[in-house]
């Protein structure tokens, strides 16, 4: 959470990032105390279930739709499923990230507002429901670089180590989410920046919520924020994002394909979970359920029939 504000801070440009990121964080400390580092936390938790429930659930639906007669999926068609999943549950919940950002640079001993329900109701009356979705256009946008990005890194990765995928160790799957993870959100991360400015801006809070840019819309954001902050002002709280996110994803990657070992294996269709070894004489193509009513059938043919007498 600490990293996810120092973040947010930087992309909105406020005042405590004056003299960079260490001190920004001493800053907020000394003038609005420790607990100042998990502002907007409880917003970002709460929206967590209902973001990871729809994106889940609209990528399945998803994946069936991009899936072919055979049952077989490309993978750019299933990096356009996750990444259309995630547009769809961004969309939904967005609400609750402007709430969080708001949360995050307003000033936790004077603030504007009192909670996240204030929030949504003082938002809402004062500048109307369009202002819970501002900002919204850059976050779908930066969807396709971030895809872009990960389907570079993913199709690379086997001439990267000079071997199949099949055979990565969890290290290395752990290292390719990171690396992954590194290349799309940096690609995206302009995206995010002047999302999180237009997110904050408001004439109803103190110096606008303290944006260090003032435009009117989606481009000139962009083009008052090159202006005035250099083309890298975009990249403005890259590190602390990447610190945060670089993790996360290896950690998410390296778990996600271990568990599927581990399904591969508890269904017969591997040696091991610690490798893609086949089972010899095993059908890759059939169900688990179709699996285990063809070994039943085997067992139940080539198993020897008691005679009468031990009847």
């Not at 055979?70 to 996750?82: E, N, Q």
């Amino acid at each position: 959470a600490p990293l996810e504000l120092l973040t947010v801070l930087a992309q909105v440009g406020t005042w405590h990032c004056r003299r960079g990121l260490r001190e920004a964080g001493r800053c907020l400390c000394r003038t609005e105390g420790l607990r100042a580092l998990w502002k907007g936390n409880l917003t970002a938790c709460l929206r967590l279930c209902p973001y990871s429930a729809l994106q889940i659930a609209a990528s399945r639906r998803l994946v069936i739709l991009f899936t072919d007669e055979l049952g077989h999926i490309s993978h750019w068609r299933a990096i356009m499923a996750g990444s259309l999943a995630g547009m769809v549950a961004t969309i939904v919940t967005y609400p609750t990230d402007v709430i969080k950002t708001r949360l995050i640079v307003q000033n936790r001993l004077e603030p504007s507002y009192e909670g996240i329900l204030h929030a949504f109701y003082k938002i809402y009356h004062q500048e109307g429901l369009r202002a819970l979705y501002r900002g919204v256009s850059p976050a779908i946008l930066g969807a396709v670089p971030f895809s872009a990005g990960s389907f570079f890194v993913y199709i690379s990765l086997d001439k990267i180590w000079q071997e199949p995928i099949v055979r990565f160790t969890p290290l290395q799957n752990f290292i390719n989410g990171c690396v992954a993870a590194g290349v799309a959100q940096t690609l995206s991360f302009p995206f995010e920046t002047v999302k999180r400015k237009m997110q904050a801006q408001s004439p109803w809070l103190p110096h606008y919520g303290g944006v260090d840019v003032h435009f009117t819309g989606m481009a000139d954001c962009f083009r008052q924020t090159v202006k005035n902050k250099g083309v890298l002002g975009l990249w403005s709280g890259l590190t602390p994002s990447l610190l945060k996110i670089v993790p996360y994803f290896g950690v998410m990657f390296s778990t996600f394909e271990f568990c599927k070992r581990v399904c591969l294996y508890r269904n017969g269709y591997i040696e091991s979970p610690l490798n893609y070894k086949l089972i010899p004489g095993v059908d890759q193509s059939l169900l688990p359920q179709e699996l285990r009513e063809l070994k039943r059938l085997r067992r139940e043919n080539f198993e020897p029939r008691k005679s009468a007498l031990e009847n």
